[in-house]
């Protein structure tokens, strides 16, 4: 029987293991605890740059009088330090009410449409096949894609009084059906744009719109993750698709689900281009939210940009408590867990 003996190097024993040189780590010649915080810097004095800078202008502005005179490029006046008489001229305004409640249910209903049918599509998508699903995903992105001035003119197109699509569609229903469901035949002429009610309705749909690709692939990136072996147990358990959906889908997606809700709430409720473009700017104060409140206030003639800058950090501030109680109970929710 040959006997194989192994020399090691460098001369030791055959039985003696191989050493081999660990590559040294390159100093920095920073102490350890410090070189994450060396990494970060670099992005936080960009957000510092991009978002905090301006944020504090725009809160020093909130607390003074501004306008023309005090933004001209040659020999500006000086700012006239009002204190809060911004807030308390907001507080004391109807639109103030107007606006925040135009805010908080345009917000509230276009976050749930949205994350409903972003959800089913997102759960079709998962049911097609690979080339398919690729193909509804670069179709749909397409509308997320779409700038929000594209959107509102496409919109306005389609609900105009005169040549709309969607009027033109209406009068093309049976007149029993069309005064069943909506206590109208003729449809001629409606102007959806000088109603506020109306106004919000074609408003919620172009956000939806726009919105839900967005939910729609972050769900199906949520149910890749999802092992099938859950599914398959499930089956065989005899377990319908509601019920699925409910005890292995929803409860598994539920941090993706977080997340979406935080940042639907914050896109919602800044909504301004589309609004904008849609009430044909300014005019209609009875359609105000507080993104286009601000913006009236602040270049209106005479601009009050000091009391556009407080209604600004107003919807700034009831969006941080909004992302902070809902992000807190999240992590209690972990916690828990």
Known sequence: MAHTSTVARGGGEPSAPVRRNKPQARRTGLPDWLVPYALLLPGLLVIAALLLYPLYQLVDMSFHQVGLRQIRAVNPSPAEFVGLDNYSSILDSDLFWTSLRNTVVFAVVTVALTLILGTLVGLLLNKLGPKMSTFVVVGIMAAWATPPTAQAVVWKWLFDSDAGVVNWALNLLPDWLSSLVFGRSDWSGQPWFNDTITLYLVLIIAVVW????????????????????????????????????????????????????????????????????????????????????????????????????????????????????????????EDVR
Do not use: C, H
């Not at 409910?246 to 979406?260: A, E, G, Y």
């Open 210 to 333: 726009a919105s839900f690709p967005f939910i729609a692939v972050s769900v199906l990136a949520g149910l890749k993750s999802i092992p099938s072996e859950l599914y398959e147990a499930a089956r065989m358990d005899g377990a319908t698709g509601v019920g699925t959906f409910r005890k292995i889908t929803f409860p598994l997606l539920k941090p993706v689900f977080s997340v979406l809700i935080v940042l639907s709430t914050i896109w919602d409720f800044k909504v301004f281009t589309q609004l904008y473009l849609l009430a044909g700017g300014t005019v209609n104060r009875d359609a105000f939210n507080l993104s286009l409140w601000s913006y009236a206030e602040a270049f209106s003639s005479p601009p009050k940009m000091g009391l556009g800058a407080a209604i600004a950090v107003v919807l700034t501030a009831i969006l941080l408590v909004i992302t902070f109680v809902y992000v807190r109970n999240i992590v209690k929710t």
